[in-house]
């Protein structure tokens, strides 16, 4: 399961206001504790907490500011470490701990000025997209920004018995980056002195940054597994590969908005074996008109095994349960099956967006159906202890 923490999605519900309040932090574990049995009693075995969203984190860092969805105002300590807590409490429950982390967006509307951000601002660090409100990530194109996320990473890495990382679907401004000459990275492109187009140029740079930390991670902790969760569809590179078939092939035809709005190229980072698995997000229902998860998944469990690597679906239970006439369990055992019918090289698994979600109702029904008996590790160990 996804626990998203940005806009305390998932968790928090609420926040530390002052430095080491117990009753807060007390309230705040009981949630996460709370949270973790649930999955652990439905015979859910590994979860993805989101613990730096916005160039923030939900844990000590030496690099960026705690984050103001676990803290009144951003930067203010709380006086607790809820990776840490999550780690150990996840653990006892026979549960994998992974962080999810977003690599660039440091805003999608608020202005934030701690000692850390003003001096991003200083270095220009920051660009904006064309979305309204302003959509600012970091700067792709600098070295910087990829030496911060490698930081970052190894941090964690070094100060916390995590088992994997998962990054989202965000890389460049979501909403579009103009590519002309008054593009906010016009200037640095050009002095790259590259023959790229500028979208190449950009998709580069992303791949870049993917490469940097799948090295950081099995440099510093070969045994932690690092994966991308992008969008749904990607097909815009296909026709690079001899041999490999396209998603319209498998029935699916939907659009590939990443490859040219966010400069997210998911093929790369398969051909390039920069990730140790792929989790795309298949957010639509078996019956889509273009996109049916059905063959979607199968496609993708596919592409996987060309490359030689790992495919485990992302699904929607909030998408599910909106749009779905079924009940929403019913669609998702269905979702399951199919991931079991189609997969290739052995990889067979699916991660829930999100925690909330996926309802105490979902989770039984789920368990009585697809997820009747509990997991087992006969083969698989915890990472390492650091």
Known sequence: AWVATVWQLDWPSTTVTETGNELQISQQKAQMT?????????????????????????????????????????????????????????????????????????????????????????????????????????????????????NVIKEILNNYNIDGILFDDYFYAS????????APDYALYKASGTTMSIGDWRRRNVNDMVADCYNAIKETRPDVRFGISPAGVSSKSVSRYSGLKTPSSYGVTASDWQYAQIYSDPLAWLEEGT??????????????????????????????????LHYYASHSVSYIASADKQSSWTELASQIKLNRQYVENNAQGSIYYSTKNLTTGTRSHLKSDVYSTPPTFATLTFATAV
């Not at 999810?100 to 904006?128: C, F, H, Q, V």
């Not at 909403?175 to 008054?182: A, I, K, N, V």
Request: hydrophobic residues 35%; negative net charge; aromatic residues 16%.
């Open 34 to 150: 709370a949270l973790l049995d649930s999955i652990a009693a439905n015979n859910m075995n590994a979860i993805n907490f989101q613990v730096r969203s916005r160039c923030d984190a939900m844990y000590k860092s030496s690099y960026e500011p705690w984050s103001s969805d676990l803290v009144s105002s951003r930067g203010m300590d709380p006086g607790w470490d809820p990776l840490a807590f999550f780690v150990e409490e996840a653990h006892k429950r026979g549960i994998e701990a992974y962080v999810w982390l977003n690599p660039y967006r440091w805003s999608s509307g608020s202005t934030w000025s701690t000692d850390m951000d003003n001096e991003w601002k200083e270095k220009d660090m920051l660009i904006a997209g064309t979305s309204s409100p302003e959509y600012i990530t970091f700067n792709p194109g600098l070295p910087e920004t990829r030496q911060l996320i490698v």
């Open 175 to 182: 909403g579009g980056t103009t590519e002309g000459s008054s």
């Open 275 to 308: 990730i140790d698995f792929i989790s795309p997000q298949c957010y639509w229902l078996t019956t889509h008109s273009t996109a049916p998860f059905g063959p979607l998944t199968k496609w993708w469990s596919y592409a996987a095994d060309y490359f030689g």
